[in-house]
């Protein structure tokens, strides 16, 4: 699918240039081709009526040692007729003697039509008549220049426009290469997503569905003799009801349709709320939780996601944390901004996986994160929590200090 789109964007590209580049050089060619004509134009009216040219009843080489003036670039010559169409008097700028043996042909041509300006196609003329006293005077403009000068043109058209157009093509694949790579990444991920949530969904249901047939084996048991059953049956619903909405909440901030209500938060009681619950639980597993919280600091933010987001992350902290291990919550002021810190002491973080930490189902250690009923799936969320309220996520993890992670929010001064 993802060739055939860049395929596609290619084809559309380059058939847009086409389109462009001949609408281009066609009115290049269009212009030039009414200029030369203008200029042809010009030189038989002029031709028609100048009566002080070099005049000669017989066509002849002009003397070389005379001081005549340069030649136009257009070759012109008159001739003027009588009552009967023969010719009087021949007016001529610069021919030689090449156009006597044509001269005949020329006039023929010309009266031969009705119009009294035209083509002499065979010879590559231009004539335009005109009707005096004296009869009909007719001028001649030489085309060669003319016909030259748009083949030329035409030349370098078409080579210019197959130049441009390959030009083109390698820009167009480069950008179509460059367009597609979000896509493509995204589609991959979707992919991904899609097998990864899948996958999550067939352990619980695997084992609802075990226990299920456990239970229906022992029809006349009573409810207490299988309640272990039942528990691991509620227990897995529970999970698959805890990932079934983690979906759903990536999936509607994905398409912005996640209800945010943004109010003036103290933060520093919300974090403080957060903290408290699991000073038990950290206490049940020999682990302690040091917080530095400052007081009365507010931002502007969705106060049910804020909790949501620290939860996340205090929970994290204990999880991963060593045995007998320490945590650390600070939140403090640093100038316009709030900076939110939570240390753990344990194994550090490999540099190369933290680039990966807040993909979603990604897991640093697979074995642990299941035994701890992880999906992956909860730092994702924190960071599209964090991005909602235009904030910044960063985590630091080493064997000296721990793993850190660092949430900063804007400021919302206290009136």
């Given at each position: 699918m993802i060739n055939k789109l860049k395929m596609k964007f290619i084809f559309t590209n380059m058939i847009l240039i086409?389109?462009?580049?001949?609408?281009?050089?066609?009115?290049?060619y269009i212009s030039t081709s009414n200029r030369?004509?203008?200029?042809?134009?010009?030189?038989?009216?002029?031709?028609?009526?100048?009566?002080?040219?070099?005049?000669?009843?017989?066509?002849?080489?002009?003397?070389p040692s005379a001081d005549y003036p340069p030649p136009p670039?257009?070759?012109?010559?008159?001739?003027?007729?009588?009552?009967?169409?023969?010719?009087?008097?021949?007016?001529?700028?610069?021919?030689?003697?090449?156009?006597?043996?044509?001269?005949?042909?020329?006039?023929?041509?010309?009266?031969?039509?009705?119009?009294?300006?035209?083509f002499v196609q065979n010879k590559g003329f231009r004539y335009l008549k005109h009707t005096n006293e004296k009869g009909i005077k007719i001028a001649f403009a030489d085309r060669s220049l003319e016909i030259n000068t748009l083949n030329s043109l035409l030349k370098t058209s078409i080579l210019v426009g197959i130049g441009s157009l390959i030009a083109f093509f390698i820009v167009s694949l480069y950008l179509a290469n460059w367009a597609v790579k979000p896509i493509k990444k995204s589609w991959e991920q979707?992919?991904?997503f899609v097998a990864d949530a899948s996958h999550e969904l067939k352990t619980p249901l695997t084992v609802i569905l075990a226990n299920t047939d456990i239970v229906l084996s022992h029809k006349d048991a009573t409810i207490n003799n299988q309640i272990k059953w039942i528990d691991y049956i509620k227990a897995e619903a529970e999970r698959m009801t805890t990932l079934v909405n983690d979906l759903l909440f990536l999936a509607k901030t994905d398409a912005n349709k996640n209800e945010v209500i943004f109010s003036k938060v103290n933060l520093s009681d919300t974090v403080w709320n957060c903290v408290l619950p699991f000073e038990s639980a950290a206490f049940e597993q020999e682990?302690?939780?040091?917080?530095?919280?400052?007081?009365?600091?507010?931002?502007?933010?969705?106060n049910n996601r804020l909790k949501q987001l620290f939860v996340i992350l205090i929970d994290n902290a204990i999880k991963y944390s060593n045995e007998k291990g320490h945590i650390n919550v600070a939140l403090i002021q640093n100038q316009d901004k709030v900076n939110l810190s939570i240390n753990n002491t344990g194994e550090p973080i490999p540099k190369e996986q933290i680039l990966h930490i807040f993909e979603r189902f990604y897991r640093v250690d697979e074995s642990r994160a299941r035994e701890k009923y992880g999906y992956g799936l909860g730092l994702s969320i924190a960071k599209s929590i964090v991005g909602t309220h235009h904030g910044k996520i960063t985590v630091k993890s080493s064997e000296s200090e721990g793993t850190t992670f660092t949430v900063s929010f804007p400021l919302v001064k206290k009136i």
């Open positions: 086409f389109i462009i580049l001949s609408f281009t050089f066609a009115a290049v030369l004509i203008r200029d042809s134009n010009d030189m038989l009216q002029k031709t028609i009526e100048q009566e002080n040219e070099i005049h000669k009843k017989e066509l002849d080489i002009a003397d670039q257009i070759l012109t010559f008159a001739v003027q007729l009588d009552k009967n169409n023969n010719i009087t008097d021949i007016f001529y700028n610069n021919i030689d003697s090449s156009y006597t043996n044509i001269l005949v042909t020329l006039v023929n041509s010309a009266l031969n039509d009705d119009n009294t300006t035209g979707q992919r991904q682990k302690t939780i040091e917080s530095e919280i400052s007081s009365d600091i507010f931002i502007n933010g969705d």
